[in-house]
């Protein structure tokens, strides 16, 4: 038995290999074929160090103190530039089957006065975590719902692509495969659910800065000032696919609502007798030119959703928009709480009066939004029973 | 509870966590030269180098503290023969290491340098035509790794190394001699 190449080339460097140091040198000791053999070996490592050594860095290593320097700049910036989310029309996400998409602005929309800001406007992203905004946006919504320049901006500058459609799926193992990601079901709900899987999608916002200031002229906001860096540029969000678990009459809520005139492209909440959702999928990413100031687009937001300058540019300098997800909630109506929910932290958002919730909350890179009738200790009871 | 403005807790670069820059300091000046090793440029192996820190920074806290060094030597080779494979400036690339042997400071004269420029060709070419796994196992040991970093880099056992490395070599060797000989 000799030592094989392998064992030859690292008892060269002094390290072990099938056998110990020792013991190779106690085979080589005894073995002449091998120590002929770990010759050659040694020297097509000698010529091949050699070769490799041409490569060696001309010049140090730049100091570690800029170094550093350096990459902070860079995660700064790249920070920035991930977070942008583009409009959406809310088209394309009211449909049943684009459910999914909801996810994104989920919690937002539960709450009717906001739905319409909410759907349509710049959002934060790299979801991993949410904050509230309390806003008070007047009747911004409707301002802007009967806006033609808003309806040309959508149709015009934004474009959707899905990877297929919607599909029904028997098993959350077939859910999982589909969606590519293992797909997890709350264990306190104990009724079958109807699963569906949402393609990924992706969509590119090109920014019209002329149009969009017209928009806000026209709703009688010029005060809000963009920052000009944004005329052009690309942004474009990708939803990963995700998967929607349906417990109870969902289906049933859905076609009784239709019947009596229900119009899924409005932004009016579904009346749910006992229908609870639940939505996960890879948390969304968003990808935009680099150089665009975030805070002021941040505090234009905000200002749509109804703060005063100055309160904007508190906030939006106070948030990492990188990667939290900021929901407005209406100031009045509306209770919101932070929540542990799956071991991590979630937002609860109830409206007062109504025996309804929604759920949110980011894990281990998924997005979860839960939303049914019931308390606060319901939702979480069906939270924490994930599995 | 509801989040004002002023309970908002922003993360940012300027409030790095500690554990990056101590990864930082320590990492630092081996991924640089082991990057520069497979692009052969100052700048873009230090572009390279900060890119592989700005994902160890988004990938956080996922990457274990034990395994740290694997990682980043892992995503660091991965982006040199990325950068290897998409590079369309050869050109540009054969005079910047020109000048790069003039930054040295050594008496270079044009055919000396002529003659460096052509073995780093060389020694690139051979590496780019190699087995990706059996390429990077290349560079990761004559960028000075230990086995144990080397098998960490490259998800295999320590035990192995000796062998990959022998394979690799031979290869390497081979794909050499091809190109002295053509």
Known sequence: MHLSDGDLRAYLDNQPGSLTIEQARVHLDACDRCRSRLELVSGRAEEISHHLTNLSP?????????????????????????????????????????????????????????????????????????????????????????????????????????????????????????????????????????????????????????????????????????????????????????????????????????????????????????????????????????????????????????????????????????????????????????????????????????????????????????????????????????? | MALTADQARPKTADHAEPWLEAAFRQHWSRVYALLFRLVGDNDEAEDLALETFWRLYRRSPVVDENKLGGWLYRVATNLGFNALRSRRRRKQYEARAGASALEQGKPLDPAQALEQNQERQRVHTALERMKPRSARLLVLRYSNLTYAEIAEAMGVAPGSVGTLLARAETEFERHYRQLEGG
């Open chain 1, 58 to 387: 001309t010049r140090q290593a730049p100091p570690v103190g800029a170094a550093f320097a350096q990459l902070q700049v860079r995660i700064t910036e790249k920070e920035k530039t991930d977070m942008w989310k583009k409009m959406f029309n809310p088209r394309y996400r009211f449909a049943w089957v684009a459910l999914g998409l909801l996810v994104v602005l989920g919690m937002a929309l539960t709450i009717p006065s906001v739905s319409a800001i909410a759907n349509s406007f710049l959002g934060l992203f790299r979801v991993q975590q949410v904050t509230f905004v309390a806003v008070n946006p007047g009747d911004l919504p409707e301002r802007l719902g009967s806006s033609s320049q808003f309806e040309a901006l959508l149709s015009q500058s934004l474009q959707v692509e899905e990877s297929g459609d919607t599909q029904a799926v028997a098993t959350s193992a077939e859910a999982g495969q589909l969606a590519g990601f293992a797909v997890r079901l709350p264990a306190e709900l104990d009724s079958q659910p109807e699963l569906f899987v949402q393609p990924a999608a992706s969509a590119t916002f090109n920014v019209d800065l002329n149009r969009i200031q017209a928009i806000l002229a026209e709703v009688g906001r010029t005060d809000i000032q963009l920052p000009a860096e944004i005329d052009g540029a690309a942004v474009r969000l990708d939803l990963p696919a995700g998967v929607s678990a349906l417990y109870g009459s969902c289906k049933a809520d859905l076609e009784a609502a239709q019947q009596h005139g229900y119009d899924p492209d409005a932004n009016v909440m579904l009346s749910r007798s006992d229908c609870t959702t639940l939505v996960q999928m890879p948390s969304p990413s968003i990808s935009a030119p680099p150089g665009l100031d975030v805070a002021a687009l941040g505090q234009a937001y905000l200002q749509v959703l109804g703060m005063s300058p100055e309160e904007a540019a508190s906030f939006a300098e106070n948030v990492d928009w990188t990667t939290t997800l900021v929901v407005p909630v209406p100031r009045y109506g509306t209770t919101y709480q932070e929540v542990i929910v799956d071991g991590v932290t979630g937002a609860l958002i109830q409206q007062a009066g109504d025996f309804e919730y929604m759920l949110f909350w980011v894990k281990d890179g998924m997005v979860y939004a839960l939303n049914g009738p019931g308390n606060a200790q319901m939702a979480l009871e069906i939270g924490n029973s994930l599995k």
